[in-house]
């Protein structure tokens, strides 16, 4: 009964008040994609030169595995705050964060494109006389991209699960409306922040799949031919 005469007094979705937040609900979401996107891109800026070099050695790819996961299982408000002192309450705050936690999708996913490609290939192309630059450039990277690319959309819909932390600091997009409604008892930013976020997660997972159905033209998927007969 109680529940019931909550519900009754006080819809779950107060429309008014999302109609009189439009800018600020724009607003978060620009800031919620620029998070994930600036986080994501700094990932890969440094997980490919880590994991080009790692693949390099061979006996440092499984070390620098074991450190990209053990950055990931440290906790985000324990991170956020040691880095506040240093940083303080500021985007590069939440853009360090966010960005150690994507090595831990974007390093393996890169080394284990590079294992994925095949020997005989590699042999071809140094019997070609390729250089090491060329070899990386034509052959490995190209054959590696269908595992890097699957890893990079793992990352960029965990990101945007994890941009919603960053409210603890001022930066977490969808995620302010979350906090906000938790604070306040309040289910319409709540639900606002909830709904946003799996709607951008659905987004990126449009926008990515067909970033691969251009990149990967070798591995789109062909319907059934119909077979001829001889006569």
């Given at each position: 009964?109680?529940?019931?005469?909550?519900?009754?007094?006080?819809?779950?979705?107060?429309?008014?008040?999302?109609?009189?937040?439009?800018?600020?609900?724009?607003?978060?979401?620009?800031?919620?994609?620029?998070?994930?996107?600036?986080?994501?891109?700094?990932?890969?800026l440094?997980?490919?030169p880590?994991?080009?070099?790692?693949h390099?050695?061979?006996?440092?790819?499984?070390?620098?595995?074991?450190?990209?996961?053990?950055?990931?299982?440290?906790?985000?408000?324990?991170?956020?705050?040691?880095?506040?002192?240093?940083?303080?309450?500021?985007?590069?705050?939440?853009?360090?964060?966010?960005?150690?936690?994507?090595?831990?999708t974007?390093?393996?996913?890169?080394?284990?494109?590079?294992?994925?490609?095949?020997?005989?290939?590699?042999?071809?192309?140094?019997?070609?006389?390729?250089?090491?630059?060329?070899?990386?450039?034509?052959?490995?990277?190209?054959?590696?991209?269908?595992?890097?690319?699957?890893?990079?959309?793992?990352?960029?819909?965990?990101?945007?699960?994890?941009?919603?932390v960053?409210?603890?600091?001022g930066?977490?997009?969808f995620?302010?409306?979350?906090?906000?409604?938790?604070?306040?008892?309040?289910?319409?930013?709540?639900?606002?922040?909830?709904?946003?976020?799996?709607?951008?997660?659905?987004?990126?997972?449009?926008?990515?799949?067909?970033?691969?159905?251009?990149?990967?033209p070798?591995?789109?998927?062909?319907?059934?031919t119909?077979?001829?007969?001889?006569?």
């Open positions: 009964r109680v529940v019931a005469s909550l519900l009754a007094s006080e819809p779950l979705v107060r429309w008014d008040w999302v109609a009189d937040h439009l800018d600020d609900i724009a607003d978060r979401a620009l800031q919620h994609v620029q998070l994930t996107v600036l986080a994501v891109a700094a990932g890969l440094i997980s490919i880590l994991a080009l070099s790692a390099r050695r061979g006996w440092a790819a499984r070390p620098l595995t074991w450190v990209s996961n053990a950055l990931y299982a440290i906790p985000s408000l324990a991170l956020f705050g040691l880095l506040i002192p240093v940083t303080h309450f500021t985007l590069a705050t939440a853009l360090i964060v966010l960005t150690t936690y994507t090595l831990s974007l390093v393996p996913s890169i080394l284990a494109g590079l294992d994925a490609v095949p020997p005989h290939i590699l042999d071809a192309a140094d019997g070609l006389g390729y250089s090491a630059g060329q070899r990386l450039a034509q052959v490995d990277l190209p054959l590696a991209l269908p595992i890097v690319l699957n890893g990079v959309r793992i990352t960029t819909v965990s990101t945007i699960g994890l941009v919603t960053a409210s603890t600091i930066y977490g997009g995620g302010s409306f979350i906090a906000d409604g938790l604070d306040r008892d309040f289910t319409t930013p709540l639900i606002l922040g909830a709904v946003g976020s799996v709607v951008l997660v659905v987004m990126a997972e449009v926008l990515l799949a067909g970033a691969r159905w251009w990149l990967v070798w591995q789109r998927k062909v319907g059934p119909k077979g001829r007969r001889d006569g």
